[in-house]
């Protein structure tokens, strides 16, 4: 069986989290095996990177945090997404180079196509076959976020940072229309849902 490389992205509170454990349910009960996990922190080097990145109290410079992430790639993808896709699993990845585009490349102001070259670089040029976009207006993240008692560094960013980073996602998808799939976050999750399984639907061989 091929293995399938699907990731989920968009910014913060958009339910990645929620439509990733119903994709895993389903795709379980369609008997495909599945390999969940995130960028960064999907390895043992990678917990320890997202705490620098996302919890550090002391400041990263920009290109420091885009190296850091690389990092992570580099090591996630060459000891759990590739060997996962040999054996014809379905990795199914909160985040992946789409975010450090974005994050890094728009949210911090750096050159994107540095950010997404080094991010190709870090992870051998692979690509995920399909990438849902969860599309939020920001203010709408935000609300979500608002009884939330800890917020990561990114979380913590400013209203301007945050819509530099929607606009960048949004750019992605318009240049790379084969590849990534924008679907309303603002919807109930359960047409999320439906939404993701009925893009997936064609790679797992099934009605959504």
């Known amino acids: ?11 913060d509170a958009v339910g990645k989290t929620t439509q990733a454990e119903a994709l895993e349910a389903w795709l379980t ?8 996990t995130r960028e960064p922190g999907g390895t ?8 620098l990145v996302l919890h550090r109290p002391e400041a990263i410079t920009p290109r420091a945090e885009a190296l850091l992430y690389a ?20 990795v199914l990845q909160d985040r992946y180079l789409d975010s450090s585009v974005a994050y890094q490349g728009a949210g911090r102001v ?6 997404r070259r080094l991010s190709l670089w870090a ?12 599309d939020l207006d920001p ?8 009884d939330r008692e800890r917020f990561d560094r990114l979380e913590a960013e400013h209203d301007d940072f945050h819509a530099r980073v929607r606009d960048a996602y949004l750019a992605l ?16 999750p359960d047409e999320v849902q439906q939404r993701i399984r009925a893009v997936l639907q064609p790679w797992v061989g099934t009605t959504a």
Do not use: N, W
Not at 29 to 36: D, H, I, N
């Open 173 to 188: 998808a318009d240049a790379e229309p084969h590849r990534i799939v924008v679907v309303d976050a603002a919807l109930p």
């Open 29 to 36: 009960a369609l008997g495909r095996r599945v390999v969940r």
């Open 139 to 146: 203010a709408v993240g935000r609300a979500r976020r608002a």
């Open 44 to 51: 043992g080097l990678g917990g320890g990177i997202r705490d």
């Open 110 to 115: 750096l050159d994107a196509d540095e950010v």
């Open 71 to 90: 990092a992570d790639r580099a090591e996630h993808i060459a000891t759990v997404v590739r060997p996962a896709l040999a054996r014809g699993d379905v």
């Open 123 to 134: 992870a051998d040029g692979l690509l995920p076959d399909v990438t849902v976009l969860l």
């Open 1 to 11: 069986m091929t293995g399938l490389f699907v990731t989920l992205e968009g910014g």
